[in-house]
């Protein structure tokens, strides 16, 4: 009987390693993707210039392809906010909590596996597999956390690690017989030039970047916006919507009450249309110019100092005035013309 392992595909090297570990095995592999809404790759890449030489592809979707191996794509943002709100293990140094991830996405995989063998005709799927690396992330994946995070999230023994298989103890599928043990690694530490080795011994010839992170939440700026976004609002809570914009443009803060959010560049200012009914927004009216969103209250007493920010940063920059256009939705609430705000009058506080 050809056992089967359930893989947790980030789209990275490891999650990749992991999975073809297990097909060399002759073992039946079956992806998983949870999607929290705070993923790097498929979102920012794909509406920002500067990564136009990449490809355009989601990284996990493109592993199992590559791969042969059928992949679900489960979304979890909402019910992952809780863990982001209030981790039970703190956050790393940023917002980023790293390790009640780690327990929460084993046992999401865990559920995930025991529906799945309640569906299946046969025995369903017998254990799970993760590219984790002993020691690579100080908070998550230090040895002595890898027990840790697989009693906690129910999984205990069904996990293998196959890159670090050999400093831990035998799991489940080891002790059975399915894997040979001989045939897993012991990788440990942050390089990864031993997963870059690894890769090329088994003949694949491309993958994402190995050390460009997958989560937002590891950033300091994201970070420090989602805690701006908190403290303007008055409570720790986020919507899917809010965390999107706060990858793309321009943060500034000029008042308590409001932040713009600027585009940087033409594919943001087509993403960022998409939430101008939403919003109060401004416009450059006969200079090409970024469309710029108002997060916030935004007072008539508010407009000037806006128009000056927008027109700072349309082409008409250097102009003596700006034509700015302030809309609701559809409808016009004024058109100003304004001096652009000197880079040197924009303060330094201003931006979150």
């Known amino acids: ?37 705070f993923c790097v790759e498929g979102h920012t890449h794909a509406i920002r210039a500067a990564a136009a030489a990449r490809p355009k592809r989601n990284n996990a979707l493109w592993v199992a392809e590559t791969l042969g191996i059928r992949l679900h794509i489960v979304d979890v943002s909402e019910d992952y906010k809780r863990i982001v709100l209030h981790p039970q293990h703190g956050y790393g140094a940023h917002l980023n909590p790293c390790l009640d991830c780690k327990i929460y996405m084993l046992n999401q995989a865990s559920l995930f596996l025991n529906r799945a063998r309640q569906l299946a005709d046969d025995a369903g799927m017998d254990f799970i597999v993760t590219g984790e690396v002993a020691g690579q992330r100080p908070k998550s994946q230090r040895r002595r956390y890898l027990p840790l995070v697989a009693r906690e999230s129910g999984v205990d023994d069904r996990v293998l690690r196959p890159l670090s298989a ?11 017989g399915w894997v040979d043990r001989e045939r897993l690694y012991g990788f440990h530490g942050r390089s990864r030039q031993p997963q870059i080795a ?16 997958c989560c937002f939440l590891t950033d300091e700026s994201y970070s420090r916006k989602l ?21 793309v443009g321009r943060h500034l803060r000029p008042r308590p009450h409001f932040k713009l959010i600027i585009a940087r560049e033409e594919g943001e200012s087509y993403f960022l249309e998409g ?43 250097d102009a003596d005035a700006v034509d700015i256009g302030v809309f609701a939705g559809d409808e016009s609430l004024a058109q100003l013309q304004v001096r652009p705000m000197a880079q040197d009058e924009i303060r330094q506080e201003w931006y979150v």
């Open 275 to 317: 939430y101008r009914k939403e919003f109060t927004h401004l416009r450059p009216l006969q200079h090409k110019g970024a469309l710029c969103l108002v997060d916030g209250e935004l007072q008539p007493q508010d407009y000037e100092l806006a128009a000056r920010i927008v027109a700072r940063y349309s082409q008409g920059r």
């Open 227 to 247: 805690k701006d976004l908190w403290s303007a609002r008055g409570k720790r809570d986020y919507q899917l919507d809010d965390i999107l914009m706060l990858k």
């Open 166 to 176: 050999k400093l831990l103890e035998p799991t489940w599928a080891e002790r059975q």
């Open 1 to 37: 009987m050809q056992r089967k392992a359930l893989a947790l595909i980030s789209g990275g090297l490891d999650s990749m390693l992991a999975a073809k570990l297990m097909l060399e095995q002759g073992i039946a592999v079956e992806g998983v993707n949870f999607y929290t809404g």
């Open 198 to 213: 690894l890769a090329q011994r088994l003949g694949l010839a491309d993958w994402s970047q190995p050390s460009g992170g």
